[in-house]
Structure formats: structure tokens, C-alpha cells
């Protein structure tokens, strides 16, 4: 589907097509509708693969989905290439940078997956059996974010061993300089060997600036208190579209006016 479809929607998860309860409801109505009009939904997000294979499932959705902030795309369409199209690092090697960054800056930079169940259900919200989903990481390292003071040097470390670090509202991620949202746009698109469509991107934090910088229509979505105002910041000489809901409402709401605006039913 995505090698002939005129229109990929692109979209984040946490905070985009979901609020941070994790309430899939809202845009669901929406996407049945996409699919109706063979238009592929592609999530995109910063979670596991193990944790899309639920959503997907609740959505039945068969397109492929890029995971771990880009770091690999998944698919079972995606025949070429059994399944996977991996941009970054080992969980492993990364976690060994983090350690080699924490020395250099004298702080310990702790992994997201190191985290009691407790301290790791406070952060996320997650519990129980969502909590070992999270955990099944492979190609990219969350960890807690460190303090604002840290970050020149952090940034002069992440040269030197090749890396880059998305910092989220809740925590940042270490990938390789090989991977993020955009650049697994980029890979698919290669891989779909379609270079005649558009693409409606959706995201709701700085994480998401490579995945709306390589869309056509940019749709920034706004939590409960308002738009991430360092993502507004990085998009302002762009053209973009800040949805006047928060979350899934926002998500909703855009996509059925695009569906109307492109005249697509
Ligand atoms: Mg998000």
C-alpha cells in the first residue's frame, strides 16, 4: 500500500494520538476511515516494536511503523527485506556510550530501563506486563533527562562517539547519528520506490522535528496545557498547523479537515 498510495499519513503516539493515559478512542473513528481510502497510517514513535504491536492491533493497522525514535521500521509488508529495515545502533553499544558520556561529564546518566517498577511506572504511567513491553528495547537508549547545566558537554560527547539525544518531555533518548524519525522516513520511502505522494506529518515534541520536516503538511499537536514551545520554536519560519485540540481530539479533528480540504471522499 505505501508503494502506491498518493498520501502517507505519518504520525507520533505519545501525546499525538494519545494523551498521556494512553486513550487510543478518540482518533479511532478516523482511521477507519483511512483505511477505508487505502491511505497507509504509519505510526511512528519512540516506543518498542513490542508495544506498536499492540496499538496496531487495537487499530488494525497493516502498514509498517518505525520504532524507537527511527531507529528501525517494521512491517510485515515489507517483503524486500524480511520484515525490517534497522538505522541504528545495538541497545548494547549504546549503553556502553552512555556509560563512556557519564564519565566524561562526571554525572551518571541513567537508563530508562534501569529504573525500579516503581520509579519507572511514576515516569510513564505504565505498569505491569506495558512496563516489560517498554523495556524491550533494541536499537535505541532512553534515560533520565540530565540536568539543563550538563547539556553543552553532553552535546560536545555525542560528536565525539557519533550519536545524537532527543531530549522528550519525560525523558531523553540516545541514538546513533544514523537514526531519528526523519531519516526512517527517508528509508521507507526509499524502500517503497514511490516518489509521487505527500505526506501528512503529526508529532507533538522535539523528537518529532525530523518527522515534520520531512513531511509535506506539518501538524503540530497540542497537549492538555498547550504546544511544546521549543517544537513551535524550531518550526517558526515553516508553515505548520497547530490543531486547536489537544492530543487525540487535535489528531482527529485535522485529519477529517485534510480529508475534506484534499477532497479525498
Ligand atoms: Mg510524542
Not at 136 to 152: A, G
Not at 206 to 212: A, C, I
Amino acid at each position: 500500500m505505501i508503494e502506491n498510495s498518493s498520501l502517507w499519513v505519518v504520525s507520533d503516539v505519545d501525546g499525538t494520538l494519545m494523551d498521556h493515559s494512553y486513550d487510543l478512542t478518540p482518533a479511532k473513528e478516523t482511521i477507519k476511515t483511512l483505511q477505508k481510502l487505502s491511505i497507509p497510517v504509519i505510526l511512528c514513535t519512540s516506543k518498542t516494536a513490542a508495544e506498536v504491536k499492540v496499538i496496531r492491533k487495537e487499530l488494525n493497522l497493516k502498514d509498517p511503523y518505525i520504532v524507537e525514535n527511527g531507529a528501525a521500521i517494521y512491517g510485515e509488508s515489507l517483503k524486500k527485506v524480511n520484515g525490517e529495515i534497522i538505522l541504528g545502533k545495538k541497545y548494547e553499544t549504546l549503553k556502553e556510550i552512555l556509560n563512556l558520556i557519564s564519565k566524561e561529564i562526571d554525572y551518571k546518566l541513567i537508563p530508562l530501563n534501569n529504573l525500579t517498577d516503581s520509579d519507572a511506572t511514576e515516569l510513564t504511567g505504565l505498569k505491569g506486563n506495558s512496563l516489560i513491553l517498554m523495556r524491550d528495547r533494541h536499537w535505541s537508549m532512553p534515560f533520565l533527562n540530565p540536568p539543563t547545566f550538563l547539556e553543552k558537554r553532553i552535546n560536545v560527547c555525542c560528536k565525539k562517539y557519533k550519536v545524537d539525544i532527543f531530549k522528550g518531555n519525560r525523558m531523553s533518548h540516545l541514538l546513533s547519528i544514523n537514526s531519528n524519525k526523519g531519516k526512517a522516513i527517508r528509508a521507507l520511502k526509499k524502500y517503497s520506490n514511490n516518489q509521487d505522494f505527500q505526506i501528512i506529518g503529526l508529532g507533538d515534541s522535539p523528537n518529532d522535528l525530523p518527522l515534520l520536516l520531512n513531511s509535506d503538511i506539518k501538524i503540530v499537536i497540542p497537549g492538555i496545557d498547550g504546544p511544546n514551545l521549543n517544537l513551535i520554536d524550531q518550526l517558526k519560519n515553516l508553515e505548520f498547523t497547530l490543531a486547536s485540540e489537544p492530543n487525540g481530539y487535535g489528531w482527529k479533528n485535522e485529519i477529517n479537515k485534510l480529508i475534506n480540504e484534499l477532497k479525498l471522499i
